[in-house]
């Protein structure tokens, strides 16, 4: 299994990211810079990592969605390879149109660092074949209000996009459970062709039970059973 | 030339900050003040002489860059043209 991770000025979670994938998981991790033009051969995954690339200039993961890889990374996505963003990953991969919807100041205006209760909304995908149907994951974002138009959500949920959205510790929906004011408590969506997923969450900071939780480590684990060879399958 | 462009929440788009901004007001007894919306401005200067070219262009880069177009809205407006500074005035 073979993973790029492009790093942006202003990332701060590759390093969590790659040590997730390449230690915890034991894949081949390759660290991409962000000016860099063509991503490398045979690739299974490209992770966008946290952080505050740009320092969220205009708003957040506006300016690195223009950064050369991008285009790079955009034709990998149109071409099915696998594409994860998470945090400041997931604002990036709106901006570049790979994802519908806009990630906004969270509600309390508070920046949010906590662990938070999700419900798999979506198991199955290639992000989330594995039994449990409740995660529990860190968050730790300023702007993770998820907004789209009213025609935009009726698509994403009449064709299941949704999967991950913040509960409570029940699994049940609710205003209280919703950190950051998300429109339908979204908390991760999936594009049409399921193979790009844009996530508020940090799977990587949840990746040993050392640090708190292993519940990350079921994404990867999912990726790694659907992905391993993937690219030279493509 | 010089344009001015004003970027916007979409009416139906939440805004807790200007929210907070209208409750710091209510605190200080601004009873007038009945909402606040927070936009951004960007006054941007363009070598172009054609006002018809420039609207062209900031049509593009308000689109694609400057406003999200699922959350915000833009308008921009090309100000007057620098006075001459040979009068000395200052720029």
Not at chain 1, 73 to 84: K, N, P, Q, W
Request: hydrophobic share 40%.
């Amino acid at each position: 299994m073979k993973a790029g991770v492009v790093v942006f000025p202003g990332s701060n979670c590759d390093e969590d990211l790659i040590d997730a994938l390449r230690r915890v998981m034991g894949w081949e991790v390759e660290r991409l810079w962000h000016k860099a033009t063509a991503l490398p051969r045979e690739l299974d995954l490209v992770a966008l990592p946290g952080g505050f690339s740009y320092g969220d200039y205009l708003r957040a993961g506006a300016i690195a969605r223009f950064s050369p890889l991008m285009s790079a990374v955009v034709e990998f996505a149109r071409r099915g390879g696998a594409v994860l963003g998470v945090c400041n990953g997931f604002q990036i991969l709106t901006e570049a149109g790979l994802l519908p919807g806009a990630l906004l100041r969270n509600r309390s205006l508070r920046f949010l660092c906590r662990d938070v209760h999700l419900r798999v909304e979506r198991p199955g995908t290639i992000f989330t074949d594995f039994e449990a149907r409740r995660l529990r994951l860190p968050i730790a974002h300023g702007e993770g209000r998820y907004v789209i138009d009213r025609e935009g959500l009726a698509r994403l949920e009449g064709e299941g996009r949704v999967v991950l959205r913040y509960c409570d510790a029940a699994g049940e929906l609710t205003e209280t459970a919703n950190p950051n004011g998300s429109m339908a408590s979204i908390a991760g969506v999936v594009n049409a062709q399921g193979n790009v997923l844009g996530m508020m969450p940090h799977p990587e900071r949840a990746s040993e039970a050392e640090l708190g939780g292993e519940d990350g480590k079921l994404i990867f684990g999912s990726l790694e059973r659907a992905l391993s060879g993937a690219a030279a399958r493509r | 030339m010089k344009a001015r462009v004003l970027v916007r929440l979409k009416p139906e788009v939440s805004d807790p900050q200007g929210q907070a901004i209208g409750e710091a007001l209510a605190t200080l007894h601004y009873d007038a003040v009945r909402n606040v919306r927070v936009g951004k401005v960007f006054d941007l200067e363009l070598d172009e002489t054609d006002p018809e070219r420039a609207r062209r262009a900031l049509e593009r880069i308000c689109a694609q860059v400057l406003a999200h177009p699922v959350v915000e809205e833009f308008d921009f407006e090309i100000l007057e043209a620098p006075a001459d500074r040979t009068d000395g005035a200052k720029p």
